[in-house]
């Protein structure tokens, strides 16, 4: 494509030293640069060159499928990583990294992630999303610890960790090899739960959360809402991520919740269809009287008991204490099923 003809152009203007032709310097057998029978960029070698950042031509290869950055001066990678959509072997090996960003959970077709040796202390959590990745390595790093979402990477076959400080017990636990260390980190997950409300109901959803006391207090799980976005974050992306991520999903149901084009018309719709592929349990919580029988939500199980709006209850905090006992009950069964 002619898009892609001119990427390798600036490239070559940039880099004197890398010709698309060429072999690779570290991956002899392997060109510089590879096209697919349409002239787009699949393949793409930026090794050796001592770059300091990651050229932003990269972000605009659409199709890549293989980036190699190795041996470079990097300490840092862009979130615009996720506009990779193809990728599939990501390797920043023997760079400088210190960080990561989130975005790299996004690349869901990566297959093969090398990150080592680099200056990484912590991953993030996000990385837990790479459902297709096969091959992790992270040796000769600092971390001294892992984030329990790399238990959810049920399609790895290889996981390399030499030269990294890690406590016990988890530096035992590794050499029981992979089977062992996902069980064990997925042990240590809490249960995430999101919160879909109108900001009417605020003062509901305040309520119930107290009554998770107990299960927030003895780290069972964790809750988001939109209050928890801080300053500078792109709102819609955050609350996309954290729905996306989330174990439970209380829907909290009210005529301010069906007239809201977003909490009805995207979070919920979203949310429904996670469900029904079994990815998130939603939990839909009747708040004040609605006509919600023909809604999407109905073929759910609504709470409270009864399906009787919280405010309608003679005590609303008997009503509190039901929604949060069958919360309660759901999460034992998620943590059972992590372990």
């Known amino acids: 494509m002619a898009r892609d003809q001119e990427i390798v152009k600036q490239l070559q203007q940039r880099f004197a030293?890398?010709?698309?032709?060429?072999?690779?310097?570290?991956?002899?057998?392997?060109?510089?640069?590879?096209n697919d029978e349409s002239g787009r960029i699949i393949e793409l070698h930026l090794c050796g060159l001592e770059l300091m950042q990651t050229?932003?031509?990269?972000?605009?290869?659409?199709?890549?499928?293989w980036l190699f950055l190795v041996n470079n001066q990097l300490s840092t990678f862009p979130a615009e990583v996720d506009n990779l959509s193809s990728l599939?072997?990501?390797?920043?090996?023997?760079?400088?990294?210190?960080?990561?960003?989130?975005?790299?959970?996004?690349?869901?077709?990566?297959?093969?992630?090398?990150?080592?040796?680099?200056?990484?202390?912590?991953?993030?959590?996000?990385?837990?999303?790479?459902?297709s990745l096969r091959i992790l390595y992270l040796s000769h790093n600092r971390l001294s610890t892992l984030p329990a979402e790399v238990g959810n990477l049920s399609s790895?076959?290889?996981?390399?960790?030499?030269?990294?400080?890690?406590?016990?017990p988890l530096a035992e636990i590794i050499a029981q090899g992979i089977s062992a260390i996902l069980a064990y980190l997925r042990a240590l997950q809490p249960i995430k739960i999101f919160y879909c409300y109108a900001h009417e109901d605020r003062d509901l959803r305040d309520r119930i959360d107290k009554h998770l006391g107990v299960l927030k207090r003895s780290g069972q799980v964790v809750v988001w809402y939109d209050r928890e976005i801080q300053a500078g974050m792109e709102w819609e992306r955050e609350i996309e991520r954290r729905l996306n991520t989330a174990h439970i999903i209380l829907l909290l149901v009210s005529a301010d919740f069906v007239h809201s084009d977003y909490c009805y018309g995207k979070e919920m719709q979203r949310a429904l269809e996670m469900h029904e592929k079994g990815k998130v349990r939603v939990l839909p919580i009747l708040l004040r009287p609605v006509d919600w029988q023909d809604a999407p939500l109905a073929k759910l199980q609504l709470l409270p008991t009864g399906a009787k709006p919280i405010t309608t209850w003679p005590d609303p905090e008997e009503a509190l204490e039901d929604v949060a006992r069958q919360i309660r009950a759901v999460v034992t069964a998620l943590r059972t099923r992590q372990s």
């Open 17 to 34: 030293d890398w010709k698309p032709d060429s072999p690779c310097p570290l991956h002899w057998k392997d060109q510089c640069c590879v």
């Open 55 to 65: 050229p932003r031509e990269v972000w605009q290869c659409s199709s890549l499928q």
């Open 88 to 131: 599939q072997w990501l390797d920043l090996s023997h760079n400088q990294l210190n960080t990561l960003p989130a975005e790299v959970g996004n690349l869901s077709s990566l297959q093969r992630l090398d990150l080592s040796p680099n200056q990484l202390s912590t991953l993030p959590a996000e990385i837990g999303n790479l459902s």
């Open 156 to 168: 790895l076959q290889k996981l390399n960790l030499d030269g990294n400080p890690l406590p016990s």
